[in-house]
């Protein structure tokens, strides 16, 4: 598969917003793939940040709903993930990730992107 490469990561004031992008060549929804963000904060366990279907539907961890929203620019490959109100608790590697749509975890990864908060 071809690699997915984020980007967007920087630094952001506590109540800010920042958008992430992931370029996801031969990931197409048409062929039935699903991606999603996951974070990786110091000291916690990986999380499931927000995951979006096929369908364009979308999901959202607890911690984020309402805040963090997730799209696709299908025809472009690309998926975005728009963070609003970001929270000091927040700075972690987000990663963009694909799956089946049929399979429950992601089996496609990309290297990552650093995001930092300021108080």
């Known amino acids: 598969q071809a690699p997915l490469v984020e980007s967007g990561g920087s630094s952001v004031q506590a109540g800010g917003s920042l958008r992430l992008s992931c370029l996801a060549y031969g990931y197409p929804s048409k062929w039935n793939y699903c991606h999603g963000w996951v974070r990786q904060r110091p000291g916690y366990e990986r999380e499931d940040v927000a995951d979006?279907?096929?369908?364009?539907?979308?999901t959202y961890a607890d911690s984020v709903r309402g805040r963090f929203t997730i799209s696709k620019d299908s025809p472009n490959n690309i998926l975005y993930l728009q963070m609003n109100n970001v929270k000091t608790g927040e700075p972690a590697m987000y990663y963009c990730?694909?799956?089946?749509?049929?399979?429950?975890?992601?089996?496609?990864w990309g290297q990552g992107t650093q995001v930092t908060v300021s108080p």
């Open positions: 990730a694909a799956r089946r749509c049929y399979d429950s975890t992601y089996k496609w």
């Open positions: 979006i279907n096929n369908a364009q539907v979308a």
